[in-house]
């Protein structure tokens, strides 16, 4: 049992988790309220569930490579939570990596293949090559490292978006898609930017956050994450900002919201999103210890779940 719960930590299985809700909340709430016909249309759902699992394997495989290369920094940071060469060698970290990798992009080709959308394929390759150049190498660099998971945590909504939209093409052999699948392109396209950007803007504070967290190992082995490169107070209004700025789009997009009576959502959104979101703007003005920033982080991921959840609301209001 404590090899599994191990592993368990060492894929973040919360994170897969959380993938996996994201998905299946966009699917089953957003891209079935812009559909024109629900109750006649009926969507095939083992390329959505085939799609989720690519995207599963595929960020377990790159929670276990960061961990390989990050067992020394690690081992300063967070002693307690050092998964690799302390209860699974490294030998098979690199074996479980590749495993998941691999599966996670068989799956993408067999998706890409039926439906004819070979982006996914080539999205998917993409995100495996820079999981593992991250890991490496711009993890340590200012800013590259904090943009690269951002963007990638924006793609597990964006992949769902370039499938749905990349049938409207697809060969009516495919077999998976009807190309009489009516639904609102633009309109999907506009929801899959507000909860891509939203992801990708609060994933850019979070890793900033975490680099405050996480000084004293990346020092001590030559990272230039942008607390070390810029200063604490400098790294700090740069999350100040982003969270500014989040907070004021979503203020924006609550206002015509409320004009289209969708009042549940605004309520919901400004108690749950931008109140806590102006909440973690005063602790990090006030933070100073790691013990500070990682609470900011957990917050932040806590704000992130609140905003994915927004998307039942797509069920009863649009």
Same mark, same amino acid.
């Given at each position: ?6 592993? #368990? ?17 966009? &699917? ?16 095939? @759902? ?12 595929? !960020? ?5 490579i960061n961990d390989y290369f990050d067992m ?22 690199? &074996? ?8 996670g992009l068989f799956i993408s080709a067999f ?30 660099? #200012?800013?590259?490292? *904090? ?12 992949? =769902? ?17 009807? /190309? ?11 929801? +899959? ?6 992801? =990708? $803007? @609060? ?7 975490? %680099? ?5 190992? %990346?020092?001590?082995? /030559?990272?230039? +994450? ?28 609550? =206002? ?11 309520l919901y959104c400004i108690l749950l999103v $931008?109140?806590?979101?102006?909440? $973690?703007?005063?602790? @990090? ?5 790691? !013990? ?5 982080? *957990? @917050? $932040? ?7 994915? #959840? ?5 069920? =009863?209001?649009?």
């Amino acid at each position: 049992m404590k090899l599994l719960s191990a592993f #368990l930590r060492l894929v973040r299985w919360p994170n897969l988790v959380f993938i996996g809700l994201t998905q299946w909340l966009y &699917f089953s709430c957003v891209f079935e309220a812009v559909i024109h016909n629900p109750v006649e249309t009926q969507y095939p @759902l083992l390329p959505v569930w085939l799609l989720m699992a690519a995207s599963i394997l595929i !960020a377990a495989g790159g929670y276990i490579i960061n961990d390989y290369f990050d067992m020394h920094i690690d081992s300063v940071n967070k002693p307690d939570k050092v998964v690799v060469d302390k209860h699974v060698k490294r030998r098979w970290a690199i &074996f479980w990596h590749m495993l998941f990798s691999m599966a996670g992009l068989f799956i993408s080709a067999f998706i890409s293949w039926r439906s004819g959308t070979w982006l996914i394929l080539a999205g998917n390759i993409f995100c495996v090559i820079l999981l593992w150049f991250y890991s490496t190498t711009f993890k340590k660099k #200012l800013l590259i490292g *904090n943009i690269i998971i951002s963007a990638l945590t924006a793609w597990v909504i964006l992949v =769902f978006y370039f499938y749905f939209s990349g049938g409207l093409y697809a060969s009516a052999t495919s077999g998976w898609y009807n /190309n009489h699948h009516d639904f609102d392109i633009r309109r999907l396209f506009k929801f +899959t930017i507000l909860y891509a950007g939203f992801a =990708f $803007i @609060l994933s850019v504070v979070r890793e900033v956050v975490k %680099d405050l967290e996480d000084m004293q190992g %990346d020092a001590q082995y /030559n990272c230039n +994450t942008m607390p070390i490169a810029w200063g604490v107070p400098a790294s700090k209004v740069f999350s100040a900002v982003w969270i500014v700025v989040a907070a004021a789009a979503l203020a924006i997009v609550q =206002f015509y919201a409320w004009q289209s009576g969708w009042w549940p959502i605004v309520l919901y959104c400004i108690l749950l999103v $931008i109140g806590p979101l102006l909440l $973690i703007l005063r602790k @990090l003005q006030l933070a100073s210890q790691p !013990a500070d920033y990682r609470h900011i982080s *957990n @917050l $932040i991921k806590w704000v992130m779940l609140a905003g994915i #959840l927004s998307m039942l609301f797509f069920k =009863f209001l649009v």
